[in-house]
């Protein structure tokens, strides 16, 4: 292929799979700086979204595996076991949220934030030595999202002392910083249940939900772009019993692929 034009090259090397891309990237100079552009990862990307890329990652207190999906049974493949490369305790690990096959994930008994990519096994402390980066499960809520300029982010929301708090992580950046996060004095109560982030279409959701029956719940939403937050109402809820509501995406399963998360 040394004779390809970069053209051909770079269109046979965004349909291989996230593994061979990774080889891939160690063949010459030439190659490692076509395969870390954000035009090759946006394609790869892209073009790696398809159901038999579509993987279920599985975490218990013994093992963690993937179960390739087989959709026209209704089954799963063999599973693979994967190793976790970072320090942990019988797999005490909880995964927060997930995109274009980068999770977001915290160490439970660190309460560390770390991006993690499960087919390079690369991964990426979040954790400041002033406590960004840690979180409260049952208090803090997480988002993962991509802008447009295919910057994968982290929202954190923090529910401490009383206050809320909201930061941005950028992985390009490595850097966590400060955002505006406005809202009612009662949701500061831990009456109140925040779900993991949905990003669809620009925008960051996260429901919110009183504990009890006949709580109050509402939908919080995050628009990327401007980075402001807003309230809009839930739909209507019984008056018995006690729901939960999340956000459809239509990429609300784990994708193996990956290769986004190499600089993790």
């Avoid at 993690?116 to 409260?136: E, M, Q």
């Avoid at 401490?160 to 490595?174: A, D, F």
């Avoid at 839930?234 to 008056?239: C, D, E, L, N, R």
Wanted: aromatic fraction near 12%; charge should be negative.
């Amino acid at each position: 292929m040394a004779d390809l034009p970069i053209e051909t090259i770079f269109e046979i090397l965004t349909r291989v799979p996230a593994k061979v891309v990774g080889r891939s990237r160690s063949v010459c100079k030439e190659w490692y700086a076509l395969l870390s552009t954000r035009d090759f990862i946006r394609v790869h990307c892209s073009r790696s979204l398809v159901s038999s890329n579509q993987r279920v990652l599985l975490i218990d207190d013994l093992t963690c595996s993937v179960h390739p999906i087989i959709f026209q049974s209704y089954d799963y493949g063999p599973r693979s076991i994967v190793t976790l490369p970072f320090d942990h305790q019988n797999n005490d690990v909880s995964i927060l949220s997930h995109l274009n096959g980068l999770l977001c994930v915290c160490l439970n008994h660190t309460n560390e934030l770390l991006l993690w990519n499960p087919t390079t096994t690369a991964f990426k402390r979040l954790s400041t030595p002033d406590s960004l980066g840690i979180y409260i499960n049952n208090l803090d809520a997480v988002g993962l999202y991509a802008d447009d300029a295919d910057d994968y982010k982290v929202l954190h929301i923090k529910r401490r002392c009383g206050v809320y708090e909201s930061y941005v992580y950028s992985r390009e950046l490595n850097f966590w910083r400060n955002i505006p996060f406005l809202t009612r004095q009662e949701y500061l109560s831990p009456n109140f249940y925040w779900s993991p982030g949905t990003f669809c279409g620009g925008t960051m959701y996260f429901t919110l939900c009183e504990c009890w029956v006949g709580g109050t719940n509402v939908v919080i939403c995050f628009d990327i772009n401007s980075e402001q937050f807003k309230e809009i109402s839930f739909p209507p809820v019984p008056s018995t019993g006690f729901v939960q509501g999340d956000k459809l995406s239509t990429c609300s399963i784990w994708y193996s692929r990956g290769e986004d998360a190499r600089k993790s």
